[in-house]
């Protein structure tokens, strides 16, 4: 954990997209995040897994700094992020997509305006311009034929689909995503992680929080275990979740199936 | 004992004479009262703390003392230290401060409704906070604002008679003195009550249509 952001990249020898080292957050006194590090490189997906309350979802909103770190450097394609800076603060958010547990998407626009603001208000395209590339976003995560509705009027599933879309509309480097899944009604999980599974294939960089254990196994790279804010256990799914095994994660991935989940 | 002659030469001639002095009044005063609503709503949303307090301060005053106190104040006191406004100036100042001081309630609250997610996902897309506030949560705060600011024109419709007590010639005025000219209180009275009634029901029509032509689903029935 004492390593240099140098090391770690040296170490992986990859070529790291997004770089986060000793990340640290407080909140009321109490550390909510204590000397978090890791590394993505490029299409690498990794998962970040724990207990609620861990931590998973803080330490994703610090990495695009909606949570302020108190302490920690975070670095895209090797440049470092000055938070003080306002503008270089939107420019990077703009290259990092978020997906969040509830969707968040903007009540009073269209699906196709959804994906489209974004592309007008932050990168200054033009309104037609915009439109085609939202039509051609929502049509890769399936959505094409809904693109005139409004959020109300989709179900969980299909919002999701469109916050997806509206990420990948920014051309991301990186995506982070806060429990994709956690929200929906468990017939509806299977088109959302569908989507998320076609953009691993694709090559798309990500570091998602989830509890859908199976995904992790299946398409992992990596597995973060976190507890109270820290990682503390980080590995390949097969070496943390084989068989005998004494880690943390199994533990924590036997309690999930007992508890049905 | 319908006096037809009386109706149609005297109090209708009045009424009239008042009635576009009255929406002289209410139009104007709706219309920047309202815009006075939005930005003191804004300012007390998302304000530094000091324009907060000052904002807060501002609506305590002007929703704490009644208004025909302040139409006296502005009318009578304020020449005092040099200011002069004449009755209708008078009545459209104090109107304006009064309206947006109770509109900015509404869409302070309607900005505050709108989900912290979604201010987080504008953040997340790379808008900076004027982006946020401008294409995210004011069309949407608008839209929740809509019945309530609407509910505060009505009322300024009706408030706008007080204008009369600071000799505004407006529907009132001229309503109290045919009624104190004639002695005829009751069919005065009765007309300039219909008058009202007759430009609430419109400004309810109005309103109405504009809920109607910025609906969204999930913002309200239809």
Redesign the interface.
């Known amino acids: 954990m004492s390593e240099t952001v140098a090391q770690l990249s040296k170490k992986t020898g990859a070529s790291p997209v997004l770089q986060v080292a000793h990340l640290s957050k407080k909140l009321g006194g109490k550390p909510i995040l204590q000397d978090c590090s890791l590394t993505l490189n490029r299409g690498e997906l990794k998962v970040l897994i724990g207990p609620s309350g861990a931590g998973k979802s803080t330490l994703l ?1 610090c990495i ?1 700094c ?1 949570i302020p770190p108190d302490e920690g450097k975070i670095l895209l394609e090797g440049r470092a992020l000055n938070v003080a800076d ?2 270089a603060l ?9 997906i ?1 547990q ?1 969707f ?5 626009l269209t699906a196709e305006e959804n994906v489209a ?2 592309l007008r ?2 990168r200054g395209m033009n309104r037609q311009d915009a439109q085609r590339r939202a039509q051609e976003e929502l049509g890769r995560v399936g959505m094409s034929r809904r693109a005139g ?5 989709l179900s969980g599933g299909q919002k999701q689909r469109v ?1 997806i879309a ?2 990948l509309a ?1 051309d991301p480097k990186v995506i982070l995503l806060d429990e994709p899944t956690s929200a929906l009604d468990p017939e509806l999980v299977g088109e959302v992680l569908a989507v998320i599974k076609d953009l691993a294939r694709g090559g798309m960089t990500m570091l998602m929080a989830t509890h859908q254990m199976d995904f992790a196994r299946a398409l992992a790279h990596e597995i973060l275990f976190m507890e109270q804010g820290i990682i503390i256990e980080q590995g390949a799914p097969d070496v943390l979740l084989a068989e005998g095994s004494a880690t943390r994660t199994r533990d924590f991935c036997k309690h999930l199936l007992e508890m049905g989940a | 004992m319908f006096d037809a002659a009386f109706v149609s030469q005297e109090l209708l001639p009045a009424l009239n004479r008042g009635l576009l002095v009255s929406i002289a009044l209410i139009v104007p005063s709706g219309l920047l009262g309202f815009i006075g609503g939005i930005l003191l709503g804004c300012v007390r949303a998302f304000g530094s703390p000091w324009a907060r307090r000052l904002g807060d301060a501002y609506t305590s005053i002007i929703r704490g003392v009644p208004l025909a106190v302040q139409l006296m104040m502005i009318y009578f006191a304020l020449p005092k230290v040099g200011i002069y406004f004449e009755p209708y100036g008078a009545s459209l100042i104090s109107f304006i401060l009064c309206n947006s001081a109770y509109q900015s309630e509404y869409i302070r609250g309607a900005l505050l409704s709108i989900r912290q997610g979604q201010i987080k996902a504008a953040q997340a897309l790379g808008m900076d906070s004027l982006q946020t506030i401008v294409w995210i949560v004011i069309p949407q705060a608008a839209r929740r604002a809509l019945p309530g600011c609407g509910n505060e024109i009505i009322y300024l419709i009706k408030y706008s008679s007080l204008a009369y007590l600071v000799t505004c010639m407006e529907l009132m005025g001229e309503g109290k003195v045919v009624a104190s000219d004639t002695f005829r209180f009751t069919e005065v009275f009765l007309a300039v009550g219909a008058y009202y009634l007759v430009m609430v029901t419109l400004a309810t029509w109005l309103l109405r249509w504009l809920e109607k032509r910025f609906y969204i689903p999930g913002f309200g029935a239809r």
């Open positions: 909103q695009n909606l306002r503008r939107c420019a990077f958010r703009a290259q990092v997509g978020m969040f509830d968040n998407l903007f009540d009073h603001i974004a208000k932050v509705l409004y959020p109300a009027q916050a509206r990420a920014m």
